[in-house]
């Protein structure tokens, strides 16, 4: 069993700054890839940024040079900076992980519970 436990999400102003971690626990015999999705109300859950255990990191275009992802592959802990905020950056953003669980022979797809993060303008 795996869990993911967001923390770090809020209310703040636009132009402020909110830092996101996530840590992974549980039988994790590796762990591929972490990451942070988000979503709006009315919208679709979307990418915003994602980073593998080789430091390959993907980002929407959205949020390049404003966020910041890092990975603490020792800790099973993704973090996510975020500077220059705007109203449009408020969702639900949910911590995502690809982890090989002990015993299993292929890594699995995990979802956070989600956290709330709220730009006013």
């Known amino acids: 069993q795996v869990q993911l436990v967001e923390s770090g999400g809020g209310l703040v102003q636009a132009g402020g700054s909110l830092r996101l971690s996530c840590i992974a626990s549980g039988s994790i015999f590796s762990t591929n890839a972490m990451g942070w999705y988000r979503q709006a109300p009315g919208k679709q859950r979307e990418l915003v940024e994602t980073i593998t255990s080789r430091g390959t990191i993907t980002s929407a275009d959205s949020v390049k040079g404003r966020f910041t992802i890092s990975l603490d592959s020792a800790k099973s802990t993704v973090y996510l900076q975020m500077n220059s905020l705007k109203p449009e950056d408020t969702a639900v953003y949910y911590c995502?992980?690809?982890?090989?669980?002990?015993?299993?022979?292929?890594?699995?797809?995990?979802w956070g519970q989600g956290t709330q993060v709220t730009v006013s303008s």
């Open positions: 995502y992980a690809k982890i090989a669980p002990v015993g299993a022979y292929v890594a699995i797809n995990y």
